[in-house]
């Protein structure tokens, strides 16, 4: 994946809503532009969300290009966590100096909440151990209730291992954490401080640090009590589950960490590691759990197998095809159940770059960013040999379990493909998993808003979402969504959320310019180039 490296100039995105049939055989032609939402209501922008401290380069609502996911929404879609990776201040804990700006990229979260439509900050979060370049809030989400959030921090330095171990060690850069808060009333604090069962390596003599990148995705069970880790940089060569952590003999394959908590205390659950366990291969790049945290998924992008079925071989004969694994959990104990690919996996696709969940975990959606395709809609033919292209359209896979089987059921794509838009690259699922989200954050849009013309391609990396919506085994486009304010480089779509029902959507532009702080500011100001902005959608 080559991200591109836009000038610091600005541009205009669009939104548009196209409405497509996705079953194979039907039509596939890019859909003229029509006016509406989706479901019985009508889809609108409610809302423009800034940091009460905003400032240039923040990132509020994404901490990069194609890495990091920092908005989460509660069930009810009533209260909202965004992050922002790149904030500087220093102040520790909630609601502190905001305007201190002596601690470059320690990251902070901003914590929203919506009362009879009208949304207000509620909390401004800091790590107890704000650090340069920590990246707070680099990932983040929220229990189904609002009351429990886990914020990742993949950047952190400290060697601790397990839980409230010692915050202000500093000896392994990109140890990564993870902190947990929770709220009282209105009121948050922290509750733990969450570290891996073997914090990589720290210095010995001209030997350099290695920081296995703990909390580079999250994901928490509706409750709350259940919460999965990926640490991306963990070498173990172990394969399956509570293997040998201390084995370093496969570097970055990758890890995923479970804790559970029974009252407020946390405590690690598994170590999980993937059945093809290989260098390079990022297991844990993005993790998602089933609403009562009995069903784990977890990817690995870079993952080299030439399957293209579930359960298929697992040889090393399609580099970067990648994969997801499911895993089960009977009380304690967990267990692989599944194995999933593409059905036209291609070398470098990256399946996994992004995978949702539904609640009751029998739906799958990843996203393949990289996948090279130009055709449009549901299940297009003509897909299953063009990776020499490398142009990253990008692609989405639903994947559903009936009967305890998994088996594929649509291949997407955006009603407009255009190279490198990497749709796909951000996903998100209602509860029912029957309407999806999907991000192409790189689009080059021009119109804004939603109906706008696919064809006008004169904003560059301005960003777009299209929403899917399912009915049966049938899926298809309802809308093509763009900022209200888009801009070239905005990347409109970095970051998304869905309510349980569907209904409310949040979406961020990690690069939005505007210097407006608070609630429905100035969205025409451009003087605080990569700000960051979120944009709340409703369809009552």
């Known amino acids: 994946m080559k991200p591109k490296n836009p000038p610091p100039v600005l541009l205009v995105c669009v939104a548009v809503l196209s409405v497509i049939t996705l079953a194979r055989g039907q039509d596939r032609s890019a859909p003229s532009a029509s006016s509406g939402g989706y479901g019985s209501g009508q889809l609108k922008q409610v809302a423009y969300l800034k940091a009460s401290n905003a400032e240039a380069n923040d990132h509020f609502g994404n901490g990069g290009t194609l890495e990091g996911h920092s908005v989460a929404l509660s069930g009810d879609g009533s209260t909202l966590a965004v992050g922002a990776p790149y904030e500087s201040s220093g102040a520790k804990g909630v609601n502190g100096n905001q305007n201190d700006n002596s601690v470059y990229a320690s990251g902070a979260v901003y914590v929203f909440v919506q009362k009879n439509g009208v949304w207000s900050q509620q909390a401004y979060i800091k790590a107890s151990n704000p650090g340069m370049s920590y990246r707070f809030g680099h990932m983040v989400s929220l229990s189904q209730d609002g009351n429990t959030l886990a914020v990742a921090s993949h950047f952190e330095a400290s060697a601790a291992k397990g839980v409230n171990g010692d915050q202000n060690d500093k000896s392994i850069p990109q140890a990564g954490a993870v902190y947990i808060f929770t709220r009282t009333g209105m009121a948050w604090r922290q509750q733990a401080y969450l570290k891996a069962s073997n914090t990589g390596e720290a210095a010995v003599g001209k030997t350099p640090s290695k920081g296995d990148q703990f909390g580079f995705s999250i994901g928490l069970s509706a409750g709350g009590d259940t919460l999965a880790v990926g640490a991306i940089s963990e070498d173990s060569g172990a394969k399956g589950i509570n293997g040998d952590q201390n084995d370093n003999s496969q570097p970055s394959s990758g890890a995923v960490y479970l804790f559970a908590r029974s009252g407020s205390t946390w405590s690690q659950q598994a170590y999980i590691k993937a059945s093809n366990t290989d260098t390079n291969d990022l297991f844990g790049y993005s993790v998602g759990l089933s609403a009562d945290g009995n069903t784990l998924a977890a990817s690995a992008y870079d993952e080299d197998s030439s399957a293209r079925e579930i359960n298929g071989v697992m040889d090393k004969n399609r580099r970067g095809s990648g994969a997801i694994y499911v895993f089960t959990r009977t009380g304690t104990a967990w267990a692989q159940t599944a194995y999933l690919k593409a059905s036209n996996a291609e070398n470098g696709d990256s399946l996994g770059y992004e995978i949702a969940i ?8 990843g996203g393949a960013a990289d996948e090279d395709c130009f055709a449009s809609g549901i299940n297009p033919p003509g897909c299953d040999n063009d990776y020499k292209t490398d142009t990253s359209t990008g692609a989405a896979y639903v994947f559903f379990r009936d009967g305890g089987k998994w088996r594929q059921q649509a291949f997407i794509k955006s009603s407009h493909p255009n190279k490198e838009d990497w749709f796909g690259s951000r996903l998100t699922v209602s509860g029912d998993g029957n309407t999806l989200a999907v991000g192409a954050q790189l689009e080059n849009g021009g119109s804004r808003g939603i109906n706008g013309n696919q064809a006008d391609l004169s904003a560059e990396d301005s960003g777009a979402l299209y929403l899917f919506t399912r009915t049966g085994i049938t899926w298809v486009q309802k809308a093509y969504i763009k900022a209200s304010n888009a801009e070239a480089y905005d990347e409109f779509g970095s970051a998304m959320a869905l309510s349980r029902d ?37 369809n009552p």
């Open 358 to 365: 539904s609640q009751d975990g029998n739906t799958i959606v």
């Open 502 to 538: 569907g209904k409310t959507l949040a979406i961020s532009a990690r690069s939005e310019a505007s210097a407006a702080k608070g609630v429905n500011g100035d969205m025409k100001d451009n003087s605080a180039p990569g700000a960051g902005a979120v944009y709340i959608f409703s």
